[in-house]
């Protein structure tokens, strides 16, 4: 059945070294995003992606990288340049060629740099 | 500089009562409004949204009122069920090409049996 899958689940990384979150999806979307959430706080784009190899940057970008190599992935790199990654990361992704609006989101990775 | 503000972190509500959560936003440009559920650690799902040419969108027990003049949108929840306990979120749609999404900080929404 169609989704967004993310994974892993949980990841733990030590600082200083770069990590890279998956986001697939099986929805033939357009669009995919990333965005991560902090305690008490709203969730923030960090980079959006509307077409294969094309994708901007979202509000919070610094410390971050992506890559859209393929419709159905849209894999983001924490690097250690980022002075706060841990976080909970999600993925969405939204369909262009219909008129809805909304964005679909995956189950998200918690990530913990120790 | 918060554009979409949801001023209270926190409601609860007895079950069978109604929830009304509130969203304020700034700028007038926004053109559609969502509202998401988030229970923790997972992502958010979608809940109804409603676009600026309207004023009410009603589906089931949610209903999502928007006041233009005054940049407010609500989520009405009636009745209530322990199973809406969750975080919600407003998001809000500025128009153009690039359907970014911006999120208020949500409010926890406690259904007490």
Redesign the interface.
Known sequence: DGG?T?SPKYLFRKEGQNVTLSCEQNLNHD?M?W?RQDP??????IY?S?IVNDF?K?DIAEGYSVSREKKESFPLTVTSAQKNPTA?Y?C?S?D?GTSG????????T?LTVL | DQQ?K?NS?SLSVQEGRISILNCDYTNSMFD?F?W?KKYP??????LI?ISSIKDKNEDGRFTVFLNKSAKHLSLHIVPSQPGDSAVY?C?T?GGG?????T????TLLTVNP
């Open positions: 967004i993310q669009a995003y965005y008490g706080q709203g969730l923030r784009l959006y509307q901007q979202g909970f999600l969405a939204r262009r609006n909304e964005q679909f989101f995956g189950p998200g918690r | 979409v949801q972190p559609y969502l998401y650690a997972e992502g958010p799902t979608f949204s979120f998001a749609l090409s690039n359907y970014k999404l999120f208020g900080k949500g």
